[in-house]
Structures are given as structure tokens and as C-alpha cells.
């Protein structure tokens, strides 16, 4: 079936450095979808990415989506404490069929 | 605005007890409504999807079961617990007329004794 691989799994970095978490599709897809899960949480919605090599900005955060549709990207430039949590993608092969979750990057920083 | 409530917070059940896990959503109507399940604060694992009241589809075949009574509610059951029932479920919603994006509620930890 339908993966959503994301990697790393986990990443430790020192507060102001940079951090990127990576995810593929097996097949192309309709759209990706970004969410955080703060530590104890709930996943929060971050951005959805529809166009082939879209890129989005939220303020610190970038996300990108790969020309094939298949990959895409989050970068986050000079990370915060209050960037701590899980980082998931979620694609959908169709608009309006269930999400198809990765695995989640788990972001530690340390001031 | 739209809110999407989860109860109980947490659950302490021992093996082979029954389980009642209910999700309402508040300020829309008609919605898609999804139970997740997140073991060991890892991915999460689509259980069940619904896209009206009564309709059901099931993704992964388990001890579990849901059903959508009415509209806005979503409840997950089991008739006999297991301990790798354990986790984190998460009940979701989303619009089914535009946007894709889901909206998580708070959640439930579960633990089987």
C-alpha cells in the first residue's frame, strides 16, 4: 500500500541552529499536509502544499513540495525551545481520501 | 468557530473490560470524523473514518469498533480490552465541502492493565 516515509526519526540541535525533517511518497500525491505534536499534545495543523515545487513560509518554517509531488520538505532556520515536538507530514493520493501519516521527526532543542 | 471535545482524558482499564471512548464536534455540520491510535508517542495509526452518520470504514481489522450515532458524535468501543490496546487515541474532523486539513482533539490515554 500507500507509505509516507519521514526522516530522521530523531534530531537534537543547540538553539539558533537549523533543522530539517524530509519526506517521501511511494506514489504521487494530491497534496501534503504538515502537523506538530508538542510534547503531551494534540497534532496542530500547520500548512498544505497542492503545487508541484510549491513553497510556503511561516514565518521561521519552509516548507517545500517536490516537483514530482512526491517528497517534500521542512526546514526550520535558527530554531527555538518552542519549536520542541514532533513534526508530521501526511499526504493524500486524492483530494478528499484519508491521510496517509509519516512516522513523525521528533525535534529536541537545547538552549 | 469549530471545537472537538474527547472524553476521558486519560483511562486505566484491565484486560478484558469493555471500552467507551466518545468524540463530539461543535460549530459545524455534516463533518468526516477519524479515530487515530498513537502508540509510544509515535505515528499515527488511522482506526476508523466516517463521512456521514452510520457510515463506517474500518482500516485496520482489530478488537476494536466505532459507530456515529448522530452527526457531530464519534464513539469508539471494544467489548474486551487487550493490553496492546494501550495508546494515545485521537479523535479528528474535517470538513468534508473544502479544505482537507484534519483538526485533532485532545485525546485519550489509554492504558490496559
Known amino acids: 500500500g500507500q507509505q509516507v516515509m519521514q526522516i530522521p526519526q530523531y534530531q537534537h540541535v543547540q538553539e539558533g541552529e537549523d533543522f530539517t525533517t524530509y519526506c517521501n511518497s511511494s506514489t504521487t500525491l494530491s497534496n501534503i499536509q504538515w502537523y506538530k505534536q508538542r510534547p503531551g499534545g494534540h497534532p496542530v495543523f500547520l500548512i498544505q502544499l497542492v503545487k508541484s515545487g510549491e513553497v510556503k513560509k511561516q514565518k521561521r518554517l519552509t516548507f517545500q513540495f517536490g516537483e514530482a509531488k512526491k517528497n517534500s520538505s521542512l526546514h526550520i532556520t535558527a530554531t527555538q525551545t518552542t519549536d520542541v515536538g514532533t513534526y508530521f507530514c501526511a499526504g493524500q493520493r486524492q483530494a478528499g481520501t484519508a491521510l496517509i501519516f509519516g512516522k513523525g521527526t521528533t525535534l529536541s532543542v537545547s538552549s | 468557530s469549530q471545537t472537538i471535545h474527547q472524553w476521558p482524558a486519560t483511562l486505566v482499564q484491565p484486560v478484558g473490560s469493555p471500552l467507551s471512548l466518545e468524540c463530539t464536534v461543535e460549530g459545524t455540520s455534516n463533518p468526516n470524523l477519524y479515530w487515530y491510535r498513537q502508540a509510544a508517542g509515535r505515528g499515527l495509526q488511522l482506526l476508523f473514518y466516517?463521512?456521514?452518520?452510520?457510515?463506517i470504514s474500518s482500516e485496520v481489522p482489530q478488537n476494536l469498533s466505532a459507530s456515529r450515532p448522530q452527526d457531530r458524535q464519534f464513539i469508539l468501543s471494544s467489548k474486551k480490552l487487550l493490553l496492546s490496546d494501550s495508546g494515545f487515541y485521537l479523535c479528528?474532523?474535517?470538513?468534508?465541502?473544502?479544505?482537507?486539513?484534519?483538526?485533532f482533539g485532545p485525546g485519550t490515554r489509554l492504558t490496559v492493565t
Open positions: 479528528a474532523w474535517r470538513r468534508n465541502d473544502r479544505g482537507d486539513e484534519q483538526y
Open positions: 466516517s463521512v456521514g452518520i452510520g457510515q
